[in-house]
């Protein structure tokens, strides 16, 4: 089981950047891999990100490439989105995600684990 709570919404102008956190428990946290999505209002939840369980590799959507940064410490159990160059259609509710397969997956229903999701609200 891992348990998972996000954190670092918030509201910023476009331009602006924002790290968001997600805090795991359980001590199998090592072995997932972790993902971040986003769901705008009326629209389906979408991937951003993903990063395996060693740190090595990542992949993102090509909306967010060169922008947004994943990163993991499996000391602390943490995974960390950071957000630069916001745009006001980055906004949406961000979702942490684990996966316990070894592979870097990019659909939700791959997912194991959500946490409750963090609001990013970014103005024109």
């Known amino acids: 089981q891992v348990q998972l709570v996000e954190s670092g919404g918030g509201l910023v102008q476009a331009g602006g950047s924002l790290r968001l956190s997600c805090a795991a428990s359980?001590?199998?946290?090592?072995?997932?891999?972790m993902g971040w999505f986003r769901q705008a209002p009326g629209k389906e939840r979408e991937f951003v990100a993903a990063?395996?369980?060693?740190?090595?590799?990542?992949v993102y959507a090509d909306s967010v490439k060169g922008r947004f940064t994943i990163s993991r410490n499996n000391v602390v159990n943490t995974v960390a989105l950071q957000m630069n160059s916001l745009k006001p259609e980055d906004t949406a509710v961000y979702y942490c995600?684990?996966?316990?397969?070894?592979?870097?997956?990019?659909?939700?229903?791959?997912?194991?684990?959500w946490g409750q999701g963090t609001q990013v609200t970014v103005s024109s």
């Open positions: 359980g001590r199998t946290f090592i072995r997932y891999a």
């Open positions: 990063i395996r369980w060693s740190g090595g590799n990542s």
């Open positions: 995600a684990a996966d316990a397969s070894t592979a870097l997956h990019v659909h939700a229903w791959e997912y194991d684990y």
